[in-house]
């Protein structure tokens, strides 16, 4: 009896003997004006529902035991209610969709087929839709904010170095058959081991590869291969290549109910990181062909390709967009026979009719 427990032990006992917390039963006790219960059970029960009024704490349920779920059933429908289509019907089995993924298969098929053309020299085909209007601009945007950072670091044009890779360049521009582009020439005064050209004929050296490149020979198959990728307008392929890659994405995530993110980092490694050392090898090729056209020895492409894997690799090649120097080597001297001939057919004074004919069936961004 709850009434006999309270009446003879202290309220602490009281309630452990009745199942109660504490607090209950210092609540009960001040419910009843602080007097003893030497009551009845009929008089607890009369008491029930003030106690439960006052009561702050209410009395947990009894716990109750749930089967542990085995792995099993976590497979393929284990997450099926949070995934987005668990109550759509599948999209291949949707006549609707499945006739509009049909039309826009076809329509893609069609339009990347009507934007291939071929690259010069090299003869590969490949996609581009990125108009020289619009190359012209991203160029424009680039190029002001190269100057912009670099400005104040860049020799003037009267400058020893500068007129070197302006005299260089200019022979190899004149083999390639293409004089007609604004060419500027900017030498940087940084520590920095790197060229690049940008679409309209705007040429950049900094003087950290000049040792790299040790003479002339060296310089001229650093400027062809950039060089090189402003005759492929490998930029623009690069944007067009960005485009495809991008609706491939979407149309993965979308029809698969995969993540986006991981669909992204797939696509990089899988597919944009080849696809950008596939287009360097081929500046590789190209630019060795301008070099030897102009007279300067291709075998020197070895040997700074040599010097530059003295200096070490910047990381596992599945992560680089540019191939493995040693892996450039071997293509290089896969190429060499070939370069050879080149340079003994030239003339070393006017530009070659192969490429010059490949050059002016291109369209240029000339700004």
């Keep these: 009896m709850l009434a006999t427990a309270l009446a003879s032990t202290s309220l602490r006992a009281a309630a452990h003997a009745t199942g109660w917390n504490v607090s209950t039963a210092r609540t009960l006790a001040a419910t009843m004006n602080g007097r003893r219960l030497t009551a009845s059970f009929t008089t607890f029960r009369t008491a029930m529902p003030a106690l439960a009024q006052a009561s702050p704490v209410p009395r947990l349920p009894a716990r109750t035991h749930v089967p542990a779920r085995t792995m099993s059933q976590f497979g393929s429908r284990g997450f099926q209610d949070k995934r987005r289509f668990v109550n759509a019907e599948p999209w291949y089995q949707n006549r609707t969709t499945l006739y509009g993924t049909g039309i826009a298969v076809v329509g893609t098929s069609l339009y990347y087929v009507a934007h291939?053309?071929?690259?010069?020299?090299?003869?590969?085909?490949?996609?581009?839709?990125?108009?020289?209007?619009?190359?012209?601009?991203?160029?424009?945007?680039?190029?002001?904010?190269?100057?912009?950072?670099?400005?104040p670091h860049m020799l003037?044009?009267?400058?020893?170095?500068?007129?070197?890779?302006?005299?260089?360049?200019?022979?190899?521009?004149?083999?390639?058959?293409?004089?007609?582009?604004?060419?500027?020439?900017?030498?940087?005064?940084?520590?920095?081991?790197?060229?690049f050209v940008l679409p309209g004929g705007k040429v950049f050296v900094f003087t950290g590869i000049l040792p790299v490149c040790k003479d002339e020979n060296g310089l001229a198959i650093v400027l062809g291969h950039e060089i090189a990728h402003q005759m492929a307008r490998h930029s623009a392929e690069k944007v067009s290549i960005s485009?495809?890659?991008?609706?491939?994405?979407?149309?993965?995530?979308?029809f698969f109910d995969t993540s986006y993110r991981m669909t992204g980092i797939f696509t990089e490694l899988g597919l944009m990181r080849p696809f950008s050392r596939s287009m360097e090898s081929e500046a590789d090729h190209i630019g060795l062909l301008l070099a030897a056209q102009a007279c300067y020895d291709p075998a020197a492409a070895v040997g700074f390709w040599q010097r530059m894997a003295a200096k070490g690799e910047s990381g596992p090649a599945f992560l680089s967009t540019h191939p493995a120097h040693r892996d450039r080597?071997?293509?290089?001297?896969?190429?060499?026979?070939?370069?050879?001939?080149?340079?003994?057919?030239?003339?070393?004074?006017?530009?070659?009719?192969?490429?010059?004919d490949m050059f002016h069936q291109m369209h240029q961004s000339r700004w």
């Design 116 to 151: 291939l053309e071929e690259v010069p020299i090299s003869g590969r085909r490949r996609f581009m839709n990125v108009s020289t209007e619009r190359e012209e601009q991203m160029a424009k945007t680039a190029y002001n904010q190269v100057m912009m950072q670099y400005g």
């Design 329 to 356: 080597i071997e293509q290089i001297r896969e190429w060499l026979p070939e370069a050879e001939r080149r340079r003994e057919m030239s003339n070393c004074h006017e530009a070659a009719g192969f490429l010059a």
């Design 243 to 254: 485009l495809l890659v991008e609706l491939a994405r979407i149309a993965v995530t979308v």
């Design 156 to 195: 003037p044009a009267t400058h020893p170095t500068t007129r070197t890779v302006e005299r260089v360049a200019t022979k190899i521009i004149r083999a390639a058959g293409m004089e007609d582009l604004r060419w500027e020439f900017h030498v940087i005064d940084s520590r920095e081991q790197n060229a």
